[in-house]
């Protein structure tokens, strides 16, 4: 299974040979959206953040969990991956999930504030420090989300907190969620050393790292203009029905 699901993402990324798989040209794609195409910020994380929350309740019914409560916890760093992470967590709030966030380290952006507070009147309850002990973790989440460190993350030099929580998430039993790239992995290269979440959400394609992994993987991108799919030669997939999401 591994062999075939690892040829079907090569593939994909060989035919994808533009796919924004490198910082640079996700960025430029993100840039040309926003630019040329007028797509907002805000607009871009909340298509992102309900993408993935799609995908989880996709990947973990509600009727699948393991535990009594559905709870969730989302872990979030000071970035774009974070307030995807917030908006993530107010839509899995909708579906009836108990999501809990963990945000060490706020941004001073005035979205990710928004966000932030979106979630604080929602009623969703924030941790103002993540156990140390791992068990306490596996006893009162079914999934942790993470949602910490972006494609745009230096792997080679993690700083605290993040170091710390990656250290706790490795040893974690439940499952994880990554958003876009799991925390910890280089965009560019299969991990030797970092996390291994149970599900990958990609968000426009599939990154480089992606080749390696071997869980479930969902991708999001069904809303990238046909001009800018043609001019980078994404050849996205076809996304079944009105779906926003694809399981690759």
């Not at 994909?12 to 960025?27: N, Q, R």
Request: hydrophobic share 35%.
């Amino acid at each position: 299974k591994n062999v075939k699901y690892e040829q079907k993402i090569l593939l994909l990324l060989t035919i994808c040979h533009s796919v924004p798989d490198s910082k640079g040209e996700a960025a430029a794609i993100e840039t040309e959206l926003m630019k040329d195409y007028r797509f907002g910020q805000q607009q871009l994380i909340e298509i992102w953040g309900q993408a993935c929350a799609l995908a989880i309740t996709k990947a973990y019914p509600l009727s699948s969990l393991a535990k009594k409560q559905p709870t969730v916890l989302v872990i979030c760093g000071p970035d774009q991956n974070g307030s995807i992470g917030l908006v993530c967590a107010r839509h899995l709030r909708m579906f009836e999930y108990e999501p809990t966030i963990y945000h060490p380290k706020r941004s001073s952006h005035s979205l990710h504030q928004d966000f932030t507070v979106q979630c604080e009147k929602m009623d969703i309850p924030f941790l103002s420090y993540l156990p140390t002990e791992v068990q306490l973790i596996n006893d009162a989440y079914n999934v942790v989300i993470d949602a910490m460190l972006g494609p745009e993350a230096d792997c080679s030099n993690i700083k605290e907190p993040y170091s710390g929580i990656l250290v706790s998430l490795k040893q974690v039993k439940i499952p994880i969620i990554s958003v876009d790239v799991p925390s910890g992995w280089d965009v560019e290269e299969p991990s030797q050393d970092g996390i291994n979440p149970e599900v990958l959400i990609s968000l426009t394609a599939p990154k480089k790292c992606a080749v390696s992994f071997s869980g479930k993987h969902f991708l999001a991108g069904r809303f990238l203009p046909y001009d800018i799919q043609k001019k980078y030669e994404l050849n996205l997939p076809d996304y079944p029905g009105t779906d926003c999401l694809i399981e690759l």
